[in-house]
Nanobody
C-alpha cells in the first residue's frame, strides 16, 4: 500500500521557521523524484521545491529561493522541507508528491499539511 504522510504543519509567526517532513512507504523511494507543492485558498497548486531521486538535482520556486531547503534520506524514505523566514504568503496546504523518474505519469500524493503564517 502506497503512503505519503506529511507532518510538521503549524501556525507560525512571520519570520519564523518550520520543518515539514514526508514519510514514504509502499514503493521504491529511490526511483522517485520527490516534490513539495502548495495550494493557497483560491489559488492553483504550485510547485515549491523538487529533488531528484539521488538528490543531485534540486529546484525551487523563485518565491522560496534562499528561504526553503529540500532534502531527502533514501534510507529512511523521507523528504523534508526546511522553511525559514516565513511570510504570510507562504500560507497554504503543503503536499508531498512522488514522481517516477522513468514514467512521470506514475505519481503519488500525500494528504497535505496546513501551514499558516500569521501574527
Amino acid at each position: 500500500q502506497v503512503q505519503l504522510v506529511e507532518s510538521g504543519g503549524a501556525l507560525v509567526q512571520p519570520g519564523g521557521s518550520l520543518r515539514l517532513s514526508c514519510a514514504a512507504s509502499g514503493f521504491n523511494f529511490g526511483l522517485y523524484t520527490m516534490i513539495w507543492y502548495r495550494q493557497a485558498p483560491g489559488k492553483e497548486r504550485e510547485l515549491v521545491a523538487s529533488i531528484s531521486n539521488y538528490g543531485r538535482r534540486i529546484n525551487y520556486a523563485d518565491s522560496v529561493k534562499g528561504r526553503f531547503t529540500i532534502s531527502r534520506d533514501n534510507v529512511k524514505n523521507t523528504v523534508d522541507l526546511q522553511m525559514n523566514s516565513l511570510k504570510p504568503e507562504d500560507t497554504a496546504i503543503y503536499y508531498c508528491n512522488a514522481q517516477n523518474t522513468l514514467r512521470a505519469s506514475v505519481q503519488y500524493w500525500g494528504q497535505g499539511t496546513q501551514v499558516t503564517v500569521s501574527s
